[in-house]
């Protein structure tokens, strides 16, 4: 029997073993990968680790309370935003918020406020590409000539403008969810490649107005990169972490159900 990120989540909101033994071995090293992505520089160090971890086992903590039907990567955008709540940002120096920003890129296509946003989630453009299926050259274009449309609206830019603004630009964004905005189904049909052309044409329609959906498509196109891979800790150090988090070992039975053993 597999044990699935629907039980997990059940599991960790009743404060079971079973749900945080598997929380730890398949979705520390998640969290590794949103702290290489959005604290540089800090990543590596294991001390804001085990904070972040701290901050999730904590009985007031929402990371466990609902679930939505694609549940692991519904999970997973939720742990990024967990695990980033803990980051400490630095002010930016120049600041541009959401408004500014879509009018200064109004007239661009859905793909190109994409290959945008990510460049606020400090992706590179040779990152970027792949997730969007178009070219790394293709994305260093649109980002070019995004810059200048920026920059002929503020009143001071500089090339990291988007991306020191990231954290305040995506809070932003989550915030401006709509009644006509777009659930997360429709975005997992793009991004597996189950949608047909007409829904993909509302879609571009809805995003090139609404940053929630832009942000929220993005989002799902990183989790999606994030689980693909994904290794399981160690036993060992798997024990570590349940033992700094008060965990109490599982038995060997119930270990077999969570590695999807008979």
């Known amino acids: ?105 109004a007239p661009m296509t859905m793909t190109e406020k994409q290959a945008v946003w990510f460049e606020t989630m400090r992706y590179a453009p040779a990152e970027t590409g792949p997730m969007l299926r178009i070219s790394a050259q293709t994305v260093e274009k649109v980002r070019e000539r995004a810059a200048d449309m920026i920059r002929g609206t503020v009143d001071a830019w500089r090339r990291t403008l988007l991306a020191e603004n990231g954290a305040a630009l995506g809070r932003e964004a989550q915030a401006a969810r709509g009644e006509d905005c777009l659930p997360a189904k429709a975005f997992l049909d793009v991004i597996e490649g189950r949608s047909v052309w007409r829904d993909r044409e509302l879609m571009d329609q809805h995003l090139r107005g609404c940053w929630h959906c832009v942000d929220h498509f993005c989002r799902l196109v990183e989790v999606n990169e994030w689980l693909r891979g994904n290794q399981p800790l160690p036993e060992a150090e798997t024990r570590r972490f349940l033992d700094l988090l008060g965990i109490a070992a599982v038995k060997q039975t119930g270990w077999k159900r969570l590695f999807g053993k008979a």
């Open 1 to 105: 029997m597999i044990y699935t990120c629907y039980e997990m989540v059940r599991d960790c909101r009743a404060d079971l073993p079973e749900g945080w033994t598997h929380f730890v071995t398949y979705y520390i090293p998640v969290i590794r990968r949103i702290l290489g992505q959005y604290a540089p520089g800090q990543g590596d160090d294991p001390k804001l680790l085990e904070r972040v971890l701290l901050a999730i086992r904590k009985p007031e903590s929402s990371m466990f309370n609902s679930i939505e039907p694609a549940p692991e990567r519904w999970f997973v955008a939720e742990l990024r935003q967990k695990v980033t709540a803990e980051l400490q940002a630095a002010a930016p120096e120049f600041e541009i918020d959401l408004e500014a920003l879509g009018k200064a890129l």
